[in-house]
């Protein structure tokens, strides 16, 4: 009887084991379309912003290299200049005026639903905790729907539920989650940009919309263009050198 | 003759008539000290909030600014043209108004370079500040709530537009060395009016208290100037309105309203007590009033019950005497009148005595200087006992309409004895 306990219970173990394995490895795999690769890579993001009835346009450049990010602001023009700089999970911001560098939080809004965390790479897998909820079938394709909890306090989102697709193995909706459970934002994601690594072409995400989960006309949507491999010198994440 | 009769009467029983005056004076005092007590921190939280807590007597926002301004900064801040117009309005008022200033209140992250903590900024322009700052008033009431160096360097923002105000709290947390040098640089960063990530450069330099322990490791003062920069704005979130010592807060307010409702954008105005812009001032006045009602009651019942005792105990005693004087003539009415004037003129002099011993005895709590901490206050403050003539009169008045009704209480009741029963008493 007591032997029985115990296979069943390693059976559980192992099975619980193998969901989380697998939801990690779904994670690493999806976030290589949205710049959670090892390799130096550079894309330009805009972001046009809805927020109670009013518009507004932002553009940066963004050089990314493992775990590190150059964020600089080219639209509009007053912005100019600006740079967030993501050094691991610090992130700062500065502009040329400013006599030393801001620390600031991937939390704190960047403009209108975007976070400061949501412009640069994403590192899912590095950040989070994976668990499988459930697959669901949507539009006739298998969707893993995982829930991730942040394994720090300082990173952008407490928690997120996330759908990657069986077939792309590629996150295509996102709900932010507050420390409490309830969803206050949610993000759908296309991927029609194509990199190409090592001789390998792989998706890129082309556009992330972020919608306010209660007045969903507040919105903003990102869209990523010329995505490429770029080797950047780790000189350029040196806050040192920002400000210089 | 009966006044006469009254004051004789007092020394026929003196150790009586001495218990009874005693309790009357020391419920005098205890009121008069509460009353004074009161008035102090009343005159205190109305001094920081006019002048130390930039508020001016009357201050004027956009209307439902104070819910939307922090949601929609741009659509609640009065524009420049706008500041322009209300001046205008303002200067019909010139023989009311002593001057005006302008702020805007907002959050934001403060930064060293090597950290950033989450603060509340409150903006000001310099000269209003100084001016404030330097009120006769706070250093007759409110001196415990500025720090000594603020008085010392009211002039700070008006040489150096470029210096900010941390408070001690919030210069540990960022680990700022003193003195605070105006060589290090602060950045202050927050949202613009257009909703970007700003930042501009500030100095250190002055420090001071908020007064408030809630408040004193979150908000610093920032010349108006720095924070229009911030913002991206000629604009200002309110206007504080400060009075001259004769204007009548309440005419002008309303007079002040009728002006600005022709105005083509809605305003509204608020008083500095006003819950909604100032909850602390509520808050604790609220507490004290309560407090004073009920040490009012206690207090009250207390010397009530003594003169009904003690007058009860009079007429017990000298019933034989009272049937004495109807049997001579004299009525009901002016038996009672005389035993009322009896009490009414120990009330009187047990007043006298009160009004110099509360008066004694608040100089001399004075000149202890006795520091205490109130609740969510910093630092300490005097325990001060601030004597007010008009509060002295108020508790007089209160007592001799108390010893009044409790005399006409008694004698009203005692009345209703028959000539023939007093006559017949053995006044046991």
């Known amino acids: ?244 | 003759m009966i006044l006469k009769l009254a004051y004789l009467n007092l020394f026929r029983n003196k150790r009586r008539a001495i218990s009874t005056g005693l309790a009357i004076c020391i419920g005098f005092v205890g009121l008069n000290l509460l009353g004074a007590y009161i008035y102090r921190v009343k005159k205190a939280l109305d001094t920081t909030s006019v002048y130390s807590a930039l508020h001016g007597h009357v201050k004027v926002f956009k209307q439902d600014s104070l819910v939307q301004f922090a949601l929609k900064p741009k659509k609640y801040i009065f524009q420049k043209e706008e500041l322009d117009q209300m001046d205008q309005i303002f200067s019909e008022f010139s023989s009311e108004i002593e001057y005006i200033g302008k702020n805007i209140n907002g959050s934001g992250l403060l930064s060293n370079g090597k950290m950033s903590h989450p603060i509340l900024f409150y903006s000001f322009e310099p000269e209003i500040y100084a001016k404030s700052l330097t009120q006769p008033d706070i250093s007759n009431w409110a001196k415990d709530w500025v720090l000594p160096k603020q008085i010392e360097n009211v002039d700070i923002f008006k040489n150096n537009n470029e210096v900010m105000s941390v408070t001690p709290r919030i210069a540990d947390i960022m680990s700022l060395t003193y003195p605070l040098n105006e060589n290090e640089s602060l950045q202050l960063a927050g949202r613009s009016l257009d909703g970007d990530l700003n930042a501009v450069n500030l100095e250190l330099g002055a420090e001071h208290t908020t007064g408030l322990q809630f408040l004193e490791d979150t908000l610093v003062l920032v010349p108006l100037k720095k924070v229009q920069e911030l913002l991206g704005t000629e604009g200002a979130e309110s206007i504080s309105i400060y009075l001259k010592p004769e204007a009548s807060l309440a005419k002008f307010k309303k007079k002040l309203d009728e002006k600005l409702s022709s105005l083509a954008f809605k305003t509204e105005s608020y008083n500095y007590y006003d819950e909604k812009i100032n909850a602390v001032y509520l808050g604790t006045i609220g507490f004290l009033v309560v407090m004073g009602a009920f040490f009012v009651f206690l207090i009250g019942t207390a010397v009530s019950l003594t003169i009904l005792n003690s007058l009860t105990m009079g007429i017990i005693e000298r019933t034989r005497e009272i049937g004495t004087l109807y049997a001579v003539g004299f009525k009901k009415k002016e038996v009672a009148k005389l035993f009322i004037l009896e009490n009414l003129i120990l009330c009187v002099l047990s007043i006298a005595v009160g009004v110099l011993l509360s008066f004694v005895f608040a100089s001399l709590v004075n000149s202890l200087n006795i520091r205490f901490t109130p609740p969510s206050v910093t630092g300490k403050i005097q325990f001060r006992l601030v004597w007010n003539f008009a509060i002295a009169a108020s508790v007089a008045a209160f007592t001799l309409i108390l010893t009044l009704i409790s005399s006409f209480v008694v004698m009203k009741n005692k009345s209703k004895i028959k000539l023939i029963d007093l006559l017949n008493d053995s006044g046991a």
Request: hydrophobic letters at 40%; proline letters at 2%; charged letters at 25%.
């Open chain 1, 1 to 244: 009887m007591k032997n029985v306990f115990l296979i069943g219970l390693l059976i559980c173990i192992k099975a619980f084991s193998a969901d989380a394995d697998l939801a990690t490895e779904l994670l690493k795999t999806s976030d290589r379309g949205r710049g959670g690769l090892e390799e130096g890579l550079e894309w330009t993001a805009n972001i046009e912003t809805t927020e109670n009835g009013d518009t507004a346009s932002r553009e940066f450049l963004i050089k990314a290299k493992k775990h590190d990010a150059f964020v600089e602001a080219l639209k509009p023009a007053k912005n100019k200049g600006e740079v967030y700089l993501f050094n691991d999970r610090q992130m700062w911001f500065y502009k040329p005026s400013l006599k030393k560098p801001v620390s600031i939080s991937a939390r704190q809004k960047l403009t209108g639903q975007a976070a400061n965390g949501d412009i640069a790479s994403t590192h899912y897998a590095r950040d989070y905790n994976a668990t499988l909820e459930k697959t669901e079938e949507i539009g006739g394709v298998k969707y893993y729907v995982l829930f991730l909890k942040a394994k720090a306090k300082n990173l952008t989102y407490d928690q997120i539920r996330y759908w990657i697709s069986d077939k792309t193995k590629l996150a295509t909706k996102v709900e932010f989650l507050t420390l409490q459970g309830k969803v206050f934002k949610i993000g759908t994601l296309q991927y029609n940009n194509v990199l190409s690594v090592g001789g390998k072409n792989i998706a890129f995400v082309s556009q992330l919309t972020i919608m306010d989960a209660k007045f969903n006309q507040n919105k903003s949507v990102i869209t990523y263009t010329k995505p490429k491999v770029v080797e950047h010198s780790n000189a350029i994440f040196n806050i040192n050198n920002v400000t210089r």
